[in-house]
């Protein structure tokens, strides 16, 4: 790997500010100044020090964020605030992107990550990874709302797969599905006439949406976690 891409990678430091450091010297690969910002380095094997300080090397970054209200899930947009917005500068200039979208409004679990396949295998219907989503809908939900919702509800040309749906009261309950079509809660609930008013993802396969972060608040996955996201790609 070049070294300016091994710097912009782990955060340190766009491509060119990368050349500017190797330029001025701030930039040791195993005791050695670097001298072209170019040079192929072994990112598991060379040793790099940037102003004295190693860098480690981590391939992917995985951080699980508690997104609020307001926020899209993109990772630039000219007019709204994107859920890139919320993390360090140093994890932005990794590559990171929301592992799936969720609405403007709602609420809760988003991963953001820069393994690309990892993603995408996660988010490939054919895994049927679940997703679970705390809802309240306007109007009280009868027992035939239940089981339409569970076998499937035209949203608009598209009969949505089979689901789970459990109550919590009148108005609320949880949701787990498979898929993830535009607005799809919204728009399912919209065909048993009533209407979404909240809405909070709360896992993402075996991974949950830690109750210690607050709104807007994001960590790292833990190693633990790290496995679960690979291992439920698997
Ligand atoms: N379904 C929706 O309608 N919105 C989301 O953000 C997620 C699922």
Known sequence: MRLDKFLSNMGKATRSEGGKLVRAGKVLVNGVPAKKSDMQIN????EVLLNGVPVT???FTYIMLNKPEG????TDDP?????LDLVDPEDRRRGLFPCGRLDKNTLGLVILTNDGEGAHRLLSPKH?????????????????????????????GYVTKPCKVTLTGDTQGEITLTEGKYHQI???????????TY???ISFGTIELDPQLKRGEWRYLTQKE???FIKQNG
Request: proline content about 3%; aromatic content about 6%.
């Open 43 to 46: 990112p598991d094997k060379d």
């Open 128 to 156: 049927h990874v679940s997703k679970v989503y705390k809802f309240e809908a306007l109007s009280p939900i009868s027992q035939k709302d239940v089981e339409m919702l569970e076998g499937g509800v035209d949203i608009g």
């Open 226 to 228: 790290e496995e679960l």
């Open 79 to 83: 007019n709204e605030k994107t859920v």
């Open 57 to 59: 090397y981590k391939k």
């Open 186 to 196: 919204k728009r399912m609930l919209e065909a048993v006439d009533n209407k979404i």
């Open 199 to 201: 809405l909070e993802r």
């Open 71 to 74: 926020y899209v899930s993109a």
